[in-house]
C-alpha cells in the first residue's frame, strides 16, 4: 500500500474529526460525548434491536451496554428483552430521549451550515459532491465478503429477493423450479462455495461458485442488493470468486445469463468475459460466457 496515500488518508481524518468537533467532550455543544450522542442519534423513532444497532455502528457489546447504561440512567432508552427471544434486546427513546435527538439533530444542521458558510457556491458544490464520493467509497470500504453455508438464513433471504427481482425483469418471468438452480451440496467445500456480501451485518449480495471435479467453475447466483448499487461491489464478488476459483487450480471460470440483465453483461464482458456457445440447457439463459484465469495461491476462507 502507498505510504504516501496512508498519509493523505490520516491528514483527512485529522481536518475532519477536528473540523466537526469530534475532538470535544461535549459533542454539539451538548453534555453529552459523541459516543453517546450518535447511538442516541441512530436508535431513532421506531427503536433497535441492540444486537443490530451494534452490528450497524461496528461496536463491540461492552462498549454498547456502557453506552446504553449511561442512556438509561438519564432517563433517555429504554432496554428491554424481545418477548420472542429473551436473549435479545430491543432499545427505545423516552419522550426525553426523542426531545434531546431533536436537539441534537438542530445543532448537527447548524454544523453543517457552518462548514458551508465560508465558501461560495462553487466550492460548496465540490465540497458536497466530494462528500457524497467519499461517503459511497468508505461505506463500500465497509462491506465483508464471507464464506456462509447455502442453508444459513442469509443466503435464503438473499437468493428470495434476488428472484423476485429476476420476475419483475424476465418478459418471460421466473420461476425457480425450472431454472438450473445448484444443489445446496454443490455449493458447499469441497465441490463450491457460497459469499455473502454484508454491510454492518446486513446481507446485501451473494454468489454462489461451483467446482465440479469433471467441468469447468462456474459462477451461479450472483446478486447485490439495490440498496448497495453503485459500490463496485459486483465487480468486487466477482473477483473474488476468479481467486477462489484460480486458487483451487481452476484456469476457465463460466456462467450464464439473461438478456434483460444488461448491468451485468455489461459487467461481465468489461471484466474479460468471452461469450461462448451454450454450455448448458439453462432455460432463462441467452448468453454465456467463459473467462481464462492465472493460477493463484487459494484465499483465505
Not at 74 to 88: F, K, N, Q, Y
Not at 196 to 203: L, N
Request: proline content about 7%; overall charge neutral.
Amino acid at each position: 500500500m502507498d505510504e504516501a496515500q496512508i498519509e493523505r488518508v490520516r491528514r483527512f481524518n485529522r481536518t475532519v474529526t477536528e473540523r466537526v468537533g469530534v475532538l470535544h467532550d461535549h459533542y454539539l455543544g451538548g453534555d453529552r460525548p459523541v459516543g453517546e450522542a450518535r447511538l442516541l442519534w441512530q436508535i431513532g423513532e421506531a427503536g433497535q434491536d441492540v444486537r443490530r444497532l451494534r452490528e450497524r455502528l461496528g461496536l463491540d457489546s461492552g462498549y454498547v451496554s456502557r453506552l446504553l447504561r449511561a442512556l438509561e440512567a438519564d432517563g433517555l432508552v429504554t432496554v428491554e428483552p424481545l418477548p420472542e427471544d429473551r436473549r435479545a434486546r430491543t432499545v427505545r427513546l423516552t419522550e426525553a430521549g426523542r426531545a434531546e435527538r431533536a436537539l441534537l439533530d438542530a445543532r448537527s444542521d447548524d454544523l453543517a451550515g457552518s462548514l458551508l458558510a465560508p465558501l461560495d457556491e462553487g466550492q460548496r458544490a465540490r465540497l458536497v459532491d466530494a462528500m457524497d464520493e467519499v461517503g459511497r467509497l468508505l461505506t463500500a470500504a465497509t462491506v465483508t465478503l464471507d464464506v456462509v453455508d447455502p442453508g444459513h438464513p442469509d443466503p435464503q433471504s438473499c437468493l428470495c429477493a434476488y428472484a423476485t427481482e429476476l420476475r419483475a425483469a424476465f418478459d418471460t418471468g421466473f420461476d425457480p423450479a425450472r431454472s438450473l438452480l445448484p444443489d445446496p451440496g454443490e455449493l458447499r467445500p469441497p465441490r463450491g462455495l457460497f459469499l455473502v456480501a454484508r454491510q454492518r451485518g446486513e446481507p446485501v449480495g451473494c454468489a454462489g461458485l461451483k467446482l465440479p471435479a469433471d467441468a469447468p467453475a462456474e459462477i451461479k447466483r450472483m446478486w447485490i442488493a439495490p440498496r448497495a448499487r453503485g459500490l463496485g461491489l459486483a465487480r468486487r464478488l466477482l473477483t473474488e470468486l476468479e481467486e477462489r476459483a484460480a486458487g483451487h487450480g481452476r484456469d476457465v471460470l463460466r456462467l450464464d445469463t439473461n438478456k434483460a440483465l444488461t448491468a451485468a453483461i455489461a459487467l461481465y464482458r468489461s471484466h474479460g468475459y468471452r461469450e461462448v456457445p451454450a454450455f448448458n440447457d439453462e432455460p432463462y439463459a441467452h448468453h454465456w460466457f467463459e473467462k481464462r484465469l492465472g493460477k493463484r495461491p487459494a484465499p483465505h476462507s
